[in-house]
Nanobody, 121 residues
């Protein structure tokens, strides 16, 4: 069983930046970020393969967010730039037992508790 803990969320003005971290208690393979805004379903944000050779992004964040990982530290990151009020959501870290890039929630086996990101206009 792998435990995931997110950190780095907070309140930021539109146009600002935040970096989220996801610390895993053990080795993980494919990892990803999802988010859920109030009244909306959880949606895919970004994913990264085990060796970080492949990444994928939702269209809404492409060019503004960057996903990365440090396997030596069992940690994944999400650098978020040019933030918009529409990015306001709880951001969840997820880990898979497969090595590829997954964009569907059903592909992930472990989930963190989430970290709140609020972008003010």
């Amino acid at each position: 069983q792998v435990q995931l803990v997110e950190s780095g969320g907070g309140l930021v003005q539109a146009g600002g930046s935040l970096r989220l971290s996801c610390a895993a208690s053990g080795r993980t393979y494919g990892m990803g970020w999802f988010r859920q805004a109030p009244g909306k379903e959880r949606e895919f944000v970004a994913a990264i393969s085990w060796a970080a050779l492949s990444t994928d992004y939702a269209r809404s964040v492409k060019g503004r967010f960057t996903i990365s990982r440090d396997n030596a530290k069992n940690t994944m990151y999400l650098q978020m730039n040019s933030l918009k009020p529409d990015d306001t959501a709880v951001y969840y870290c997820a880990a898979s037992q497969t090595r590829g890039v997954g964009t569907s929630q059903t592909e992930y086996d472990y989930w963190g508790q989430g970290t709140q990101v609020t972008v003010s206009s």
